[in-house]
């Protein structure tokens, strides 16, 4: 039996894995993000482990037998964020997460120190990512800059606090900006000119990879025997990509979890940063991923869900489903920039937009718009990928369909016929990256990857509508338009500032 835990930027999921490689159980355990200042995004790791005793505690509960025979555990989580510890491996101050745009000044200061940066990590610098972050706390909190031992990705936090030891994966290092991502190996000039070196980092290894073993009073906590090995995990993402079985070039997925992304695994190191796509090492050795990536997704229609309540997602999702095509096409559009974006704009500073609002329009209308919104989001995405033109998937490639909003019918159904390509959600979509962890584990253990890194059997197929496709481009058409006719309006507060 194999334990994969998730840690999302939302929540805590852990799903357990038998053998024949069905899922037995999962739990799942809250998390919030705390927003102190505009732009800004927190979380104390504390919260993190207090969310996985909780889901171990239910997970216990549901499952006793098959978790008593755990062997080994694998670690998926939230990208970027930025743990500081100080001498006594102590947190020093709440995380920095991902979706955090305080650093968007420290990032054009990365790339003036490091000329190169781009073509060593394959990214432009974001403020997501941790590099920048730490360059914000040199200057706005240097006394606590200066207590800083080491920096870990929230992950291999929780891993430390399993296991004692400090490890981190080839593929969640990728989004720090301090990884040389062809070699697999930290960058020195990346790091000195955030002021840190090798010392502060973690060791890498591969993602398959042993990474610990369990610590005794842990495992006697949770009641399970000595000697419970730890993969070295991955970026959720990553760890997505394992959990449906892409792993040779031209496979990938569609996520719709709290970020929105496409991913495609390539057989090389493929940078592709003009136009703000991601370069990453894949999770698996000697392979990479372009990634595409929009700030927010799925939760993004949680929020419009929550606005114009009452109602859960599932019931707006419905009355989406039953709508006219004509009446589709007479709703807002929706800039779904909620928390500043990423690809293809590189915007911390971009904003959600309803445009072409009128009075007849009512919450079922604007719970279309944010799901076309994002779909257009993903599709620009999409798009950048395709323009790299690496070659290593033809444009009709079916992707997986994965992440918390895959299980909307109607979305799905939009998604494929706005990115002209099919879509196949697979079983268990919604727990990809927990899944692809508890791979992780089994191939620590010893499990070969091919047998352990199969694509999932499809809970359905969604393939491009020509009728919907017909409606969507001409809309799409004026949501391109959108952002560059608002970019002199949107305005990040200064650095440091409420």
Excluded at 127 to 135: E, H
Excluded at 151 to 169: E, F, M, N
Excluded at 464 to 488: D, G, H, I, K, N
Excluded at 491 to 498: D, L
């Amino acid at each position: 039996m194999y334990l994969g835990i998730d840690l999302g930027s939302s929540g805590v999921k852990l799903l357990l894995l038998d053998e024949r490689q069905q899922p037995q159980s999962t739990a799942d355990a809250a998390l919030a993000q705390h927003r102190p200042q505009p732009t800004w995004s927190e979380q104390h790791p504390a919260d993190w482990l207090a969310a996985l005793e909780r889901a171990v505690a239910q997970l216990r509960a549901q499952a006793p037998a098959a978790w008593r025979q755990i062997r080994g555990i694998g670690l998926s989580g939230q990208m970027h964020g930025a743990v500081l510890l100080g001498a006594q491996e102590q947190v020093l101050r709440p995380a920095i997460l991902w979706n955090d745009g305080r650093a968007a000044a420290e990032c054009a200061a990365l790339e003036r120190a490091v000329p190169a940066a781009r073509q060593i990590t394959g990214n432009r610098a974001m403020p997501g990512f941790t590099a920048p972050k730490l360059l914000w706390l040199r200057t706005h909190e240097p006394a606590l800059f200066a207590q800083i031992r080491r920096v870990l990705l929230p992950k291999d936090w929780l891993r430390l606090q399993l296991t004692g030891q400090a490890v981190s994966d080839m593929s969640d290092a990728s989004g720090t900006l301090w990884l040389d991502v062809g070699a697999r190996a930290w960058s020195d000039p990346l790091l000195q000119a955030c002021g840190l070196e090798r010392a502060h980092m973690p060791a890498l290894v591969e993602g398959s990879a042993r990474a610990g073993v369990l610590r005794d009073d842990v495992a006697r906590r949770w009641g399970l025997p000595d000697g419970v090995l730890l993969a070295a995990g991955a970026g959720d993402n990553a760890a997505s990509a394992v959990g449906v079985g892409a792993r040779t070039a031209g496979q990938g997925f569609v996520s719709l979890g709290t970020s929105g992304v496409v991913f495609r695994v390539t057989q090389s190191f493929a940078p592709a940063t003009e136009r703000a796509v991601h370069a990453f090492a894949h999770a698996l050795p000697q392979r990479w991923h372009q990634m595409a990536v929009m700030l927010s997704a799925a939760s993004a229609f949680g929020w419009v869900t929550r606005l114009t309540g009452p109602g859960d997602e599932a019931q707006r999702s419905a009355a989406v489903g039953a709508m006219a095509q004509t009446r589709q096409a007479q709703a807002p559009l929706f800039l779904p920039y909620l928390s500043g974006e990423r690809t293809p704009h590189n915007d911390p500073a971009a904003s959600g937009v309803f445009m072409g609002l009128r009075p007849g329009h009512d919450a079922t209308d604007l719970a279309y718009a944010v799901m076309e919104g994002v779909g257009f989001g993903l599709l620009d995405g999409l798009n950048a990928i395709r323009e790299a033109g690496t070659g290593d998937a033809d444009a009709d490639t079916a992707l997986a369909l994965v992440g918390g909003g895959a299980r909307s019918d109607p979305w799905a159904q939009l998604l494929a016929s706005a990115l002209g390509c099919p879509l196949q959600r697979p079983q268990g979509a919604h727990a990809a990256a927990a899944l692809g962890a508890a791979r992780l584990a089994a191939m620590a253990c010893g499990g070969d990857e091919a047998q352990w890194c199969q694509p999932l059997p499809a809970d359905a197929r969604f393939t491009p509508q020509a009728a919907q496709q017909a409606l969507l481009a001409e809309r799409y058409a004026r949501f391109v338009a959108l952002y560059p006719a608002l970019q002199s309006q949107f305005r990040a507060p200064a650095p440091g500032t409420a």
